[in-house]
């Protein structure tokens, strides 16, 4: 067991909090039953969801080995530790592609599956969940139980989106997808309000991965958006290999203000000059751009960030909502400089508490100080006026109130969380 | 190429074979853990490598002979060897009971030069062929708390050393790998701190010797630096340093 410092913190280093761990051991991921453990992967979560501070965490680096992958059917089966950029790497190569990707590579298996991510392909494939076929859950009474829609369903529909609360996820089975490359043809289309946005969202549906990136500072909402399709070129160098760029230490939190958030939104808006730009790019940077920066979270400086997440219905109270939030945003002058606003399509989430669900997405990131948290609570207001939901893998500042009335299932949920099992969000939440 | 590698389920050893290319490489993998070995099999070979696995315990000497015939036969002579068992043991046990010390002693240095052997005379023959051998730092100097290990290692080094040149004329590569602290789950129970590397880190820099001209392997790099201060202290101040 070891003491972690930063290493032990979330994505957005708030809260903080000391915490102990141990690593999950391959062949007898023993489960250390004196202290409430938490499964974790690589701590890509930016609130309190994967911390246990209270409890101990059980690491699953070492659950990073492959067991089985079928190319009848495109099936993988792979311990809950593997990484996504490890499926790419070795599967790229032959011609598959993760069946949804999140905007990050450096997460697990497990953590995919214990917060039902989604993509940018939501509108056409659905969340994570729905491409997982099977997974090998290991209870901490001892029982390895392998879970499906046939076979212990009601477990598998609680951890699918779970946050790691019902069991430690040993092995998963996915579906990934076939794909004519791994190069992707893009078109960016600069918008210059929402209407516009959803008027662009209709259009580019047919696009396999659609989403946008939106400047919050302006009132009316304008931003890039992007779609792009597996191109069919097969031929051209391979995939640029990451760059190496990382922030070498904290920065001071002097570094992003109002001032350096409006400069950086506007140089963004207009480093294309064109209303469209078409352009084939590797899949690294249309899915991951900001992989190439190892520990970019670190440029919030000290005090950490939080990301706000949500969703809101595709109704019209719903645009309502999410004119106001900007209106409010932009008023306030904090402002995020990774906005993104995504719409999600109408396939079922399967998981008790998955969040994906039909609507358009808005994700935000404030750095930590009073203010934020004020403006935070007026959000939620809209968002919750017009029957929205917000996302606990991205959240550390939720309320219980605002956690049931985004996750309507949450009572079939309960029953499955394993006795021994407990996380700083869930006692946040208080569904311990 | 076909790579054989002794030790396979070594942390270290098992990402060193995930960074060879599927296409081009098979494996033959030999390790004690009959369990750890299924596993290791299975993720090769989902990553698309051709492999072969045996369950053996290398410490026992006198069963090797049966072990290399049915290597041979079903593999060949391989282009590539990698030694990567070892046995830290444990130094206060061994220093006073000299049946651990011995287990210590085949573990780390006589199984090795038992398959050094065989297979030097091998590549010999067919005048082509990489060893690479993983020894330690340890070897470096005798240090109190861990000399039973570190001088096995030592031995072990300075054999490959004698046999590097032995093999030149045949263009036979023999390389020696020194690897500082790694995080593997042979030193489960250490303390980590800075010094220590991870498993896939120590892997690139044995791949990479493979490729380019090293004999001989620190790392992490900055262990050259290292044991060259520490080898260079005189004895009489050695014997008084505690650590």
Request: aromatic share 12%.
């Amino acid at each position: 067991m070891s003491e972690l410092s930063p290493e032990g913190l979330s994505w957005g280093r708030f809260p903080r909090v000391s915490q102990r761990q141990a690593d999950a051991s391959p062949l007898k991921p023993i489960l250390p039953l004196d202290r409430l453990f938490l499964p974790r992967g690589m701590g890509r979560s930016y609130g309190d969801s994967c911390l246990n501070s209270r409890g101990q965490l059980l690491s699953t680096s070492k659950l990073d080995h492959l067991v089985s992958f079928d190319p009848e059917t495109s099936c993988l089966v792979a311990e809950a530790g593997v990484r996504l950029a490890e499926i790419i790497h070795v599967f790229g190569p032959k011609g598959y592609f993760l069946p949804v990707s999140p905007g990050t590579k450096w997460v697990t298996l497990g953590g995919a599956v214990a917060n039902d991510i989604h993509g940018k392909n939501h509108h056409l494939a659905g969340s994570f969940g729905n491409h997982v076929v099977e997974l090998l859950l290991l209870r901490s009474n001892g029982e390895r139980l392998h879970c499906s829609r046939l076979q212990n369903s009601e477990l598998f529909f609680a951890t699918i989106g779970g946050l790691g609360l019902t069991g430690l996820v040993l092995e998963v089975t996915i579906k990934l997808k076939k794909v004519s490359s791994l190069w992707i043809d893009q078109n960016v289309t600069r918008f210059r309000s929402l209407d516009e946005f959803y008027d662009l969202s209709l259009q580019k549906s047919h696009h396999e991965y659609t989403v946008a990136w939106i400047d919050c500072l302006n009132p009316h909402g304008r931003g890039l958006f992007i779609a792009g399709d597996h191109s069919s070129r097969t031929s051209g160098p391979p995939p640029v290999k990451t760059r190496k760029l990382r922030v070498p230490f904290t920065f001071p939190s002097i570094t992003l203000n109002p001032f350096t958030v409006r400069a950086f939104n506007w140089a963004y808006f207009h480093r294309q000059l064109k209303s469209v730009k078409a352009s084939t790019v590797s899949y690294d940077p249309f899915f991951y751009p900001l992989d190439v920066i190892h520990d970019w979270n670190l440029i919030y400086g000290s005090a950490g960030f939080v990301q706000y997440q949500f969703v809101v219905p595709p109704t019209n109270e719903g645009k309502k909502a999410l004119s106001k939030v900007f209106q409010n945003i932009s008023e306030s002058g904090e402002g995020s400089f990774l906005a993104v606003l995504k719409t999600f399509g109408d396939i079922p989430s399967e998981g008790c508490l998955s969040f994906s669900r039909p609507g358009y997405t808005l994700a935000l990131d404030f750095k930590v100080k009073p203010e934020v948290f004020k403006l935070l609570d007026r959000l939620d207001d809209l968002v919750f006026s017009c029957g929205g939901a917000l996302y606990p893998a991205k959240d550390a500042r939720m309320s219980p109130q605002s956690f049931r009335a985004s996750f309507p299932d949450l009572q079939k949920f309960l029953p499955h969380i394993d006795p021994k099992i407990s996380s700083d969000f869930a006692r946040r939440m208080e569904i311990l | 190429m076909k790579v054989l590698c002794f030790g396979s389920t070594s942390a270290i050893a098992h990402e060193f074979l995930k960074l060879l290319n599927p296409k081009s490489s098979e494996l033959y993998l030999v390790a004690r853990n009959a369990e750890k070995l299924e596993r290791d099999f299975k993720d090769l070979t989902t990553r698309g490598f051709k492999t072969f696995s045996l369950v053996a315990d290398l410490s026992k000497l006198e069963l090797h002979e049966n072990w290399l015939q049915r290597i041979d036969s079903e593999f060949g002579t391989p282009d590539l060897i990698l030694i990567a068992f070892g046995d830290l043991g444990d130094q206060s046990l061994s220093s006073r009971d000299f049946t651990q010390a011995s287990l210590i002693i085949t573990g780390n240095y006589l199984a090795p030069i038992s398959l050094l052997t065989h297979y030097s005379e091998k590549m010999k023959a067919s005048k082509i062929g990489t060893l690479v051998v993983i020894s330690s730092v340890a070897g470096d100097r005798g240090r109190a708390t861990n000399y039973v290990y570190g001088s096995a290692k030592a031995g072990l080094s300075e054999y490959c050393s004698g046999l590097r040149q032995a093999l030149l004329p045949y263009d036979v590569r023999v390389i020696t790998v020194k690897p500082g602290f790694v995080d593997t789950p042979m030193t489960q129970n250490f303390k980590k701190g800075a010094l220590w590397a991870r498993p896939h880190q120590v892997a690139k820099d044995i791949a990479e010797a493979v490729r380019g001209n090293r004999d001989v392997v620190y790392t992490p790099w900055f262990w050259w630096g290292i044991m060259f201060i520490i080898k260079h202290i005189p004895e009489f101040l050695f014997k008084k340093l505690k650590f």
